[in-house]
C-alpha cells in the first residue's frame, strides 16, 4: 500500500511539474499579441492566423495567414495577404506591408495604424480614416476566392 501511495504521489508531482513547464513555454497568440500592444483583436480576421514571428525589442513582426484573405467591413472591403509584416509598439503599428483596403477602385495599402483613446487611425498614403475601438471587438470573418473581389483585382 505504501509503494502505491508513493507512486502516486510521485505520478501528481510529474503531472504538476509538467503542466508548469508548459505554461510557461506556450506563445500567446497573435490576437493576443495585438492586446498587449493596446490594440483590439478585431484587426486580424478570425481564425486564419497560423502562426508569427515577434522581435520583442525593435517590434518587428510577421504574421502568417492560411491563404490570402478577403472580407467586407463597415462598407470597407479589406485584404490581407498570407504574410503580414511590419512594426508593433504601444498603440502603434507601422510600415505595414500585406494590408489593404479598396478605395475608388483601386487597392491602396494600409501602412500605418495607430490607437488614440477609444479610437483607431488607418492611414493609407496620404488618407487616413478614424473609426471607434468598439468597432473591432470581435475578429471579422474572411470571404474566400471571392469571385466579385477577383474582378475587382482585375480592374486595379
Known sequence: MESATTLAAILCTILIHSTLINSFTEFPTAYEVLEDYSFPVGLLPDGVVKGYDLNQITGEFSAYLNGTCRLFEGGYQVKYESKITGFISNSKLSGLKGVSVLFFNK?????????????????????????????????????????????LDQQA
Open 107 to 151: 487597392w491602396r495599402k494600409i501602412g500605418q495604424i495607430l490607437r488614440h483613446g477609444n479610437h483607431v487611425h488607418f492611414f493609407s498614403g496620404v488618407a487616413a480614416e478614424k473609426f471607434h475601438i468598439g468597432d473591432f471587438d470581435e475578429s471579422p470573418v474572411c470571404v474566400w476566392h471571392e469571385p466579385e473581389a477577383d474582378l
